[in-house]
């Protein structure tokens, strides 16, 4: 699924991320956050709460994926 989610203030500040769920190697499901090429894993509440309202949730859920991915996410 790939959002595009506003950034700061100006009416410009889009970027785009994908919200990737799959199966880990022990046939578990995983939830994968991505963002500029970036890669990170993310909990299965996180991904509900995006999903269901990715505007409303940027501020308190996602906004700390967006730094959490800048500051430790691997090349997708």
């Known amino acids: 699924m790939r959002l ?13 991320v994908e919200l990737v769920p799959h ?6 499901p995983a939830f994968d956050y991505i963002e500029d090429g970036r890669r990170i ?17 940027y501020c308190s859920t996602a906004l700390k994926l967006h730094l959490r991915c800048q500051r430790e996410g691997t090349p997708a």
């Open 23 to 28: 199966t880990d190697a022990d046939h578990r």
């Open 41 to 57: 894993a993310i909990t299965a509440a996180e991904y509900r709460n995006i999903r269901k309202n990715p505007n409303r949730f």
């Open 4 to 16: 595009r989610v506003h950034i700061g203030l100006s009416a410009v500040n889009y970027t785009f």
